[in-house]
Structures are given as C-alpha cells and as structure tokens.
C-alpha cells in the first residue's frame, strides 16, 4: 500500500524519511518568481451548493440566439433519432480501436463511415477520422510531405483561419517552408500561387467553400501543382459536397475537412471530427486506422483493421502521425446522420442552404449602405457583406435583440472591418432572415 501522508505528523515522517525539514524543500530548484504561493481554494460544498453554483454560472451563458454564425461550424438540424441511435450503450464509449480483434460492430460502423466520406469526396479511399477539420489539414501536410519528400507547402489565406493557425502552431519547429498567399477578390490567386511554386512544393491548400463561403472550381489549380509534380489538397464542407462538384473531380488528392455539420450541435466548440480521404495509391502514407472488409476461412464477411497508425513505438520519427486518432463517436454521429437523411435528403439539405442563403443576401443587400464585398463570387450557404460601420459594433447590438448576426471578418483581417460573414442553414426560416434585415436596418 502507498504511503498517504494525511495528517501533519505523517507529514513530518514523510519529510524526515525523503531528508528535507519542510514541504517548501521540496520546491528549493522552482525559481521565486514561478511560484504561485497559497492556493485559495475554498472549502467543499454539498452536492446542492455545487448544483446552486452550476447554476448561477450556467445563467450568465447568452442562449437562445438566432444564429447566423458560420465559419466552418454550423447550426443544422439534428434528426431526433440520431441520438436515439448513438446514445444506445453498445456505441456510447470512448474506446479507441488499436486493436484488430476489436468488435465486428464497431469496426463495420467504421467502414461504413469511411465508405460514405468517399462517396462524399469522390475519393478512393478514407480513414476512421481525426480528431477535428484544422488537425486533419495538418496531418494533410504531413502526409503530403512523406509522398513528395518535399518541404515547402503553399497554404492560400481564404482557407479556415483557425486552420491556418494550428498549422503554423504545429510546424513551427518541423523545418517547413510554409508559405501563406494572398487571396484575390475572395479566391485564391492563380498567379501569385504559380509565381510561389517550385521543384521543392510537396502541396498546395485551398478550400472550397472557402471561409468567405465563395465557390472555387479549383481543377486548374490541381493542374499547376501536378505539373510540378505536387499534391492538390481541398479542404471541404461535406454539407456543400451534397450539391456541388466533388474535390475528387477537381483533381484533389487528399480531401480533408470538418465534420461538425454531419450531425453534431455547435456545443460550445466540440466535440467534432476531422475527416481525410485520398486516392489508393496514396494509402500507406495516411494517418490514422483503415477499416478494410474482407473473407474469413470459411468464406463469411468481416472487418479488420487493414491499416493502422498503432507504430510510434517502432517507427518513431518515420511513424505516419504522433497524434492523431480516430473520433469513434463522433464518426460514428456523422454516419448515422447520413445514414438517416440519405443522398437525395443531403442533397436537399444542402439545396434549401442554398437558396436560403441566396434569400438572405437579397434582403440584406437591400438594407440601405450594405454592399457585398466579392460580388462577383458565387456563393453556397455563406457570404460576406460590408456594412458603413465596425462589424464588432453590429454584432453587439444585435446580440441584445436576440440574433447572432454572423463573424467580424476584422479579427483575422484588419482591412475587413466593416465586413460580417453571415451563414445561413435550413434552420434559419424567412421570418428569421427578415428579422435579421429589419434589425439590421434599424440600427444601420
């Protein structure tokens, strides 16, 4: 049995055992100014203290917004008997297969799911999900890099920000040529992306819808990078893939994305899922767990792990990823979300975005001193809109009415500061975009 120093005579038989005279011995090597002193902490409550205490937090949150909130997280609906499905005991677990004896079940749920992201994509072949959208470009590089053994990447700046940042918070310190370009008029620069490709560029990135919601057939991008003999990597709204061409007709070779749309509540950031898929030659260089259906012995149907990333211990720095793995639950939501609404109900899904949105940028734009800021982009769900005064200001008024009126595009582009990304899903009916104009105008 451990020795648990309780009470202060054991504690003094602790110290005088180890040789020091007093507990702040033991942290003589911590420099002064590192530490923190006394603790407040406060003596413990009851279960109905702690519950009043909950409580009274949980007040100060701001719910029941209308939300027009976008940028790559989105408020669609969630069909009841989603989670009806998914909280049933056999699937409500954090377990993470290593193993290839793991259970038929759960690694047919997989494949499953894996089947459905390629049908998605266009793609040949996927893996049983990432921990979240920016983590998955990431690991997109660093897939990109063991195929071409380069090391310069071209990341254009209408791809997620947020991506962007965990990107160069990651490969900071990994040795790669990591080149940022400027967008143009909403879209990616072709010539300012051809002028930065070289011998040396493992891969370019874009991402259609790109976070300012502006489509980009990206197949002539696809054609400039293979000709330098790089990869084309999309990164993608698998909502939007319902009724837009595919990355995989565009000439992509890892499809990369969040999967938050595919049945998951916004929940105050997570949990989500990334998602990858790529084409088959590519397999052996991808991250994560490949779920493969096979025959046994006697001729029956089974799923095995084909391919997994359980290897650091062996390959070290040749390992294919030191972090990722496979959101099981959140992969498996996102299954039986498209499972439940289908290909044609996708494919509404994402027509009544469409038009809802094209709705919305009518009755906004007719809003005196809103102009739209790319008006010459086609768009899905998503648009940019400039207003005659900040965004942050905007925003904040409508918040006391009731609406979240979408993302200041100033926080992560200075000379945006008057622009609003507003997003606009099958949850958002005529009244609320009418609300939303009417209050708009208002305070305009």
């Known amino acids: 049995m451990p020795f648990i120093a309780n009470t202060p005579a054991q504690q003094r038989q602790m110290l005088e055992a180890i040789g020091v005279e007093s507990i702040d011995d033991l942290f003589a090597d911590i420099p002064p100014e590192l530490l923190c002193g006394e ?3 406060q003596p413990g409550m009851t279960e109905q203290e702690v519950r009043r205490r909950i409580s009274t937090l949980a007040d100060k949150n701001l719910t029941g917004q209308t939300s027009f909130l976008g940028g790559g997280f989105y408020d669609h609906f969630i069909p009841a008997a989603q989670e009806a499905l998914v909280s049933r005991s056999e699937f409500y677990t954090a377990y993470t297969p290593y193993q290839p004896e793991v259970s038929q079940g759960t690694l047919q749920a997989i494949y499953e799911f894996q089947s459905a992201i390629c049908r998605l994509t266009d793609m040949e072949v996927a893996n049983a999900s990432l921990y979240d959208g920016g983590t998955a470009v990431y690991e997109a590089i660093m897939m990109a890099l063991r195929v071409t053994r380069r090391r310069q990447v071209i990341v254009d700046d209408s791809v997620n920000p947020i991506y962007r940042k965990m990107v160069r918070s990651y490969t900071s310190n990994l040795g790669i040529d ?5 967008s143009s008029d909403g879209l990616p620069d072709r010539a300012e992306i051809a002028r930065r490709l070289s011998d040396d560029t493992a891969a370019v990135i874009v991402q259609t819808p790109n976070f300012f919601g502006c489509i980009d057939d990206v197949s002539d991008i696809a054609e400039m990078i293979h000709a330098r ?10 909502i939007a893939m319902g009724l837009l061409k595919p990355p995989g007709q565009m000439g992509a070779d ?3 994305g969040e999967g938050q749309s595919l049945g998951m509540p916004v929940s105050f950031g997570g949990p989500y899922l990334g998602f990858m898929a790529t084409r088959t030659k590519h397999v052996r260089k991808m991250p994560g767990r490949v779920v493969g259906r096979t025959l046994d012995a006697n001729g029956r149907e089974g799923f095995v792990l084909t391919l997994q990333a359980r290897e650091q211990h062996i390959r070290r720095e040749n390992a294919t990823s030191k972090i990722c793995t496979n959101q099981g639950l959140c992969a498996l939501t996102a299954l039986v979300y498209m499972s439940l609404i289908g290909k044609h109900g996708l494919r509404e899904v994402a027509r009544v975005c469409a038009d809802r949105g094209d709705y919305a940028r009518q009755r906004l734009l007719a809003v005196p001193g809103v102009t739209m800021r790319f008006p010459k982009r086609w768009y899905f769900n998503e648009f940019v809109i400039s207003l005659p005064i900040a965004a942050e200001k905007v925003i904040r008024s409508l918040f006391t009415r009731g609406i979240a009126a979408g993302f200041p595009l100033g926080r992560y582009w200075p ?9 606009v899903t099958e949850k958002r009916t005529k009244e609320d975009i009418d609300f939303l104009a009417h209050a708009l105008e208002v305070i305009l």
């Open 415 to 423: 000379e945006m500061n008057d622009c609003l990304l507003v997003a």
């Open 229 to 238: 003999g790089g990869l084309l990597i999309v990164s993608g709204y698998p």
């Open 178 to 182: 990591l080149i940022e370009t400027a």
């Open 39 to 41: 603790l407040d902490i």
């Open 254 to 256: 890892i499809v990369v």
